[in-house]
Structures are given as structure tokens and as C-alpha cells.
């Protein structure tokens, strides 16, 4: 599914802080979002997601205009920050919370669940716990978890590899690899990790002061020293 950006412009007074004339991200794209802080990435995830309110310009997702339907809610998993938890739910209700609304019958939620056993390790579910008690890691693995099980269309991932250990920061990788080329989800990720984002994207895009001022495609031979180099020289 196709994301379409069409002037897109976010302002706070006179501060421009996101500014993307024309860009297109293609079905099956897995694409990294790269920037120093400020750079503009969660803005314009939140964008996307319809959090906060554009200044001008559109956003379309499989051709559904964000800002004006509801339809694209369906075909979006995604995982900004903690905000998006219900911290008062145990993990078992947020996961059959998130199913109801997506539609995911008991028996497919169960296995789609078992598919993440590997970073569960038995500390989330199962644990008579709520969300609110458990350390950063693993409300960043239940967030991650809840995105990925609605087997969404478009995914989208604000720094995913965040308060991860190594081991659960490799799996949540090869999973975004997995969805985008087994069920040819349109995957957009943001992250400091450049190695991960090297290592795993299509496509990288990055961002300064609200603008792409680098469209590199790793799969076509694009060189992506220039993306490490540019954050030499800051």
C-alpha cells in the first residue's frame, strides 16, 4: 500500500518544523527515517497517523486522505511511544483490546501472540501485571507486539529498537524484515540505530530541519557511507 505526501507542512508560529513537498513511499518499501533530534521524523509519523494537526498539505494512505476518512485506521498497525498503551490493562487485555477492534478472532490473535514468544521470555505474558509496572523494554516490546498482530498493510515504528537488549533489538529487526517481504507491508521505521537502518531497509530517508535532504536506496547500490558521514560532520 502506497503513502503519499503532497506539501506537507506542520508549523508552530513561525518555526517550520516539517516541510515535504512530493514524496512517494511504494508498497513493500521498507523505509528508514534518519535525523538528528528535531530533525522532524516523529512529527511527521504523527502526521501520518493524524496525532496533530498539519499546516497545509495532504497525506494518503492507499489513497485514503488521513485527515478526512477513517478507512486507513484499518490497514495501520503502529507504535510511537508509551502514549499509545493503556497502561491500567494487563498485557492479555491490550492484546484482545487491540483484536477486537482489528477484528482478530481468539484462536488467530493466540498465534499471532506465539509468534513473539522468543522476546516475551515469560516477562509479559502471563504475569498478573499491568502495563503501568513493567520496565521500558518490555512496554516498548508490548507496543511493538500490538503493531505487528493486526498484520497491518502499513507499518509504522518510532525508534522500535529503543531500551531493547541486543538479543530482542535482532528479533524486532529480522520481524520487520519478515512482514514487509512476506506479506508485502509498506514498513516505515525511525531510528538512531544507523547500522540497524543500513542493514535492514530499502530505502533511507534523511531528515533535516523538516526536509529529506537524502532519498538513498541501499538495494540499488546507493552508497549509505554518505548517510554516516553526515552525521560525522555534525
Known sequence: MDIQFSNLKKQYGDTTVLDIENLTINQGELVGLV???GAGKTTLMRLMLDLIEKTDGDVLIGGANVCETEQWKEWVGSFIDGSFLIEFYSPEEYFNFIAKAYHISEADLQQRLAEFSA???GEILGTNKLIKDFS????????????MIVTPKVLI????????DPSSQIFVA???????????????ISSHNIQFVSDICSRILLLEKGKVIKDIKPSNGDNVAEINAYFEQQ
Open 157 to 164: 515504528l518510532d525508534e522500535p529498537f529503543n531500551y531493547l
Open 119 to 121: 522476546i516475551d521470555g
Open 174 to 188: 529480522k520481524k520487520i524484515q519478515q512482514i514487509c517481504s512476506e506479506q508485502g507491508t509498506t514498513v516505515l
Open 35 to 37: 535525523g538528528n533530534n
Open 136 to 147: 521500558q523494554g518490555n512496554k516498548q516490546k508490548i507496543g511493538i507486539i500490538g503493531a
